[in-house]
């Protein structure tokens, strides 16, 4: 007898959703909700991250504003050492072209090689051309299953 791997990669708890589906459309810059990454400061553990060795940022696209061609999606996780984000650095970006789903994976060493003493993560997310309109909601989540 074996035992199947889950197929439910990323749990949907309202924990873990960093913009809600009623938050609407999305015409320029922002960002979403951040989250803390556990950022240890004891003697001995000082600097160290509690946050799991990856996590996903899963966002669900629902509609996406393409018309005139020229709009364009970026979404960049960014890192921080406090809450507000007052020295935000760029972990990686990736390009939303359709709707559906986009998984953007993010491992505890790109969190600390992008910016040491990092605390906080989130999403930033910048449409540009025309009339650019993204409708998403979006959640940050340990990874299981397979």
């Given at each position: 007898m074996s035992i199947k791997a889950s197929a439910v990669r990323?749990?949907?708890?309202?924990?873990?959703?960093?913009r809600a589906e009623t938050e609407g459309a999305l015409t320029a810059a922002g960002n979403t909700a951040g989250r803390d990454l556990g950022l240890l400061s004891a003697y001995w553990?000082?600097?160290?991250l509690?946050?799991?060795?990856?996590?996903?940022?899963?966002?669900?696209?629902?509609?996406?504003?393409t018309d005139d061609g020229d709009e364009e999606y970026t979404v960049e996780?960014?890192?921080?050492?406090?809450?507000?984000?007052?020295?935000a650095v760029s972990v990686?970006?990736?390009?939303?072209?359709?709707?559906?789903?986009?998984?953007?994976?993010?491992?505890r060493d790109q969190v600390l090689d992008?910016?040491?003493?990092?605390?906080?993560?989130r999403l930033r997310v910048t449409p540009a051309?025309?009339?650019?309109?993204i409708t998403f909601w979006a959640i940050l989540?340990?990874?299981v299953g397979r």
């Open positions: 990323f749990p949907i708890d309202a924990e873990n959703i960093i553990n000082e600097g160290d509690a946050m799991p060795e990856q996590v996903a940022f899963v966002l669900f696209v629902t509609d996406l504003d996780v960014q890192v921080a050492s406090d809450d507000a984000f007052s020295d990686l970006s990736a390009e939303i072209t359709s709707t559906g789903n986009k998984t953007i994976l993010v491992s992008a910016l040491d003493g990092a605390g906080h993560i051309g025309t009339t650019p309109s989540s340990p990874i």
